[in-house]
């Protein structure tokens, strides 16, 4: 007398170990054969301008009184200020107005700062909506970067 049930229970193991290594071994060979490109070419590079983004926001913050600004309805005008150390030595820089919906939009200024520290730019003519100010400058041979974000109703 065979017992077939102990037969039956062997070979049902062994296709179950079988098929499991087959599967295993095509998952190893489907991964060995994906593409691991880094996001863009100069990925190491970008990595370093982001730390250096970083460093500016630091210094930024730690500055005593940050890039103060302003928007007048009456006028028509953003009112940036500058810290009062930062522009007897005259900053140099860019702000940035900045329309995430709408490239074309963009406006881009070079700072040029009055006798008082400050620097008015017209916006009359901006599409109502949500903006950002981004303001990038340098002075004393550091550079300092400050964001905010504008609404500017209809």
């Given amino acids: 007398m065979t017992d077939r049930g102990g037969r039956s229970w062997a070979w049902g193991v062994t296709g179950t170990y079988l098929i499991f290594a087959a599967l295993t071994l095509t998952m190893v060979a489907i991964a060995f054969t994906q593409r691991t490109d880094l996001v863009t070419e100069d990925y190491y590079q970008r990595e370093i301008d982001h730390q250096q ?8 913050q730690a500055l005593p009184a940050d890039v103060a600004w302003g928007f007048s309805h009456e006028q028509g005008h953003l009112v940036l200020r500058f810290p009062p150390h930062h522009f007897s030595d005259g900053p140099q820089g860019r702000v940035q107005l900045y329309r995430p919906d709408n490239a074309a939009l963009d406006r881009d200024f070079a700072i040029s700062l009055d006798a008082s520290g400050r620097q008015r730019i017209a916006i009359d003519e ?3 909506g949500k903006w950002y100010v981004r303001i990038e400058w340098h002075a004393d041979g550091e550079q300092y970067y400050s ?8």
């Fill in 53 to 60: 983004h970083i460093e500016r926001l630091a210094r930024t």
């Fill in 147 to 154: 964001e905010r974000e504008l609404m500017i109703g209809a």
């Fill in 126 to 128: 901006l599409t109502p």
